[in-house]
């Protein structure tokens, strides 16, 4: 995968990622007890991993160990992505690590 083809793809996942979420937070109805962060992150990994996965099988590339990291890897650049900003990030870290009373 050329550098090319890693921003073209982060860039789009990254963007359907943010629609998606956003139409999550709009059907979801108990909106003070959700993390809206982790959503974004879980369908960012989704997103990233599958569309990754997609463009491996339309371009006939091997599913190898290596297309499996970068897989991975493109789910989690494109939640960093979605998620637009180090306070956001940070906020999921602290969201993910607190325990509920």
Do not use: H, R, W
């Not at 998606?20 to 993390?35: C, H, R, Y």
């Amino acid at each position: 995968m050329t550098i090319t083809t890693f921003l073209m793809l982060l860039s789009s996942f990254s963007v359907l990622s943010g629609l998606v979420t956003e139409g999550i937070k709009k059907l979801i109805s108990d909106k003070a007890n959700m993390s809206y962060n982790i959503i974004a992150l879980i369908v960012s990994l989704i997103i990233g991993g599958v569309g990754c996965a997609i463009y491996y099988q339309l371009n006939t590339i091997p599913f190898d160990i290596n297309n499996v990291i970068y897989m991975i890897l493109m789910g989690l650049a494109s939640g960093l992505c979605s998620m637009v900003g180090f306070d956001k990030i940070k906020q999921a870290v602290e969201q993910i690590t607190s325990k509920k009373d």
